[in-house]
C-alpha cells in the first residue's frame, strides 16, 4: 500500500514477534526508521502505537536502509534496548536477508571482506571501499539464477500508473498482492556531482568469491557501480541471480557496496549499483530472518519476515515456490 496510506492498525498487523522484552516488525520498503528533515512518514510515527500497554514506546535496536524491507528489532524498555545493543554490537544477533542481484556470482557460496570508509561529509552516509576503513565481511549463498523481469515490471506499472514510474529514493512500498509500486512524494532527480565520476577511480581490491578463489576488482571510472561480464537487467534479458547474505559485520550499507563491489549490484540500487532513478524496479533487498539470543535460558528467538510482493515475481524467476506454510 502507499506509504500515506499505512495506519496504526497496518503497522500493528506487521509485528511478527512480541513478548516483555522485544518487538520484531516487518518494516515496509520504502519507508525511513528515522523522521527525515522534510518530514514525512517513518517508523518512529508509529511507535505509540507499538507500546502494548507499557508507559513508554518501544526504540530501534538496529536500523535498515529506507528501501529495505523486513525484520527489524525494536527494545521494549531501556533496559532491553541496552542488552539488545550489546547483542548486536558483538555480533550475536544472526541475520539473514535475502536479495535478487545483477549478474551473480559463478560459485555457489563464497565471502566477501572489503573493509568500508564513509565516502565523504557531503554525502552523509554513503560508503566506498577503503583499505583504511573498518574490517567488513559478508557472506553468501547462491538460492537461484533466472532473468531479469524489468521489462515485465515497468510494463505492469504504466499500465497502472500514468505519472513516473518508481523511483529509488522516493517513498514507496508495493501494493500488497498486485506486484505495482506506487510512488508517492518523490523527490527531483540529483544533480551530478563534478566529483562523483571520479570516486573510485583506479581503486582495486582483491573479493574472495568463494572458498578457493579470488578476484580482482576495479571500481574504475564509474561512480559506485561494478563493472559485470553479464548484461545489465536493464536490458530486459540480463542474468540475475537469488543470494542469502549474511552480514558477519554491520557497517552501514555493507550488503550493497559488497555486491556491487563484487560485480554484481542488487537490482534496484540507485547508488551503488546501476539503476536509474526514475526508470528501474525497486530495491530488492529484504531482511528475511533474524535470530536474536534475547534470554539465556531460552532458546534464540528465530523470526522470518514473509517476501513483500514487488520480490515476489523476482525470486520466482529465480526459483522460489512461494513462502513455506510455517512462516509468518
Known sequence: MPLKEITAGDMLA???????????????????????????????????????????????AHRLDKDTSGCLVLGRHRKALAHLGLLFKHGKVGKT????????????????ELPLGRLDEARGWWMKPDPNGLPSVTTW????????????????????????????????????????????????PPQPSPSRNRVYAGFGHSIKRSKSATADFDWGEGVLAAPSPLRSPASGSGKITWLALTPVTGRTHQLRVHCAGSGWPIVGDNIYGTAQRFSAPPQLLH?????????KNKAPVRITAPVPAHMRDWLQACGWEGEDPGTQ
Not at 97 to 112: K, L, Q, R, T
Not at 155 to 181: C, F, Q, T
Open 97 to 112: 536477508y535475502w536479495a535478487v542481484v545483477e549478474g551473480g556470482p559463478d560459485a555457489d557460496e563464497g565471502s566477501i
Open 287 to 295: 531482511a528475511r530472518e533474524v535470530v536474536v539470543p534475547i534470554s
Open 141 to 188: 549463498k547462491v538460492l537461484g539464477r533466472g532473468l531479469s523481469l524489468v521489462k515485465t515490471d515497468l510494463r505492469r506499472y504504466s499500465a497502472a500508473n500514468s505519472s513516473h514510474p518508481p523511483s529509488g529514493e522516493g517513498s514507496k512500498v508495493g501494493v500488497e498482492g498486485s506486484g505495482i509500486l506506487a510512488p508517492t512524494g518523490l523527490d527531483p
Open 14 to 60: 506487521r509485528v511478527l514477534y512480541r513478548d516483555g522484552l522485544m518487538l520484531i516488525v516487518d518494516k515496509p520498503a520504502g519507508l525511513p526508521v528515522h523522521r527525515g528533515p522534510k518530514g514525512g512518514p517513518s517508523l518512529e510515527h508509529y511507535f505509540d502505537a507499538l507500546r502494548f500497554g507499557l508507559p513508554r514506546p518501544p526504540a530501534l
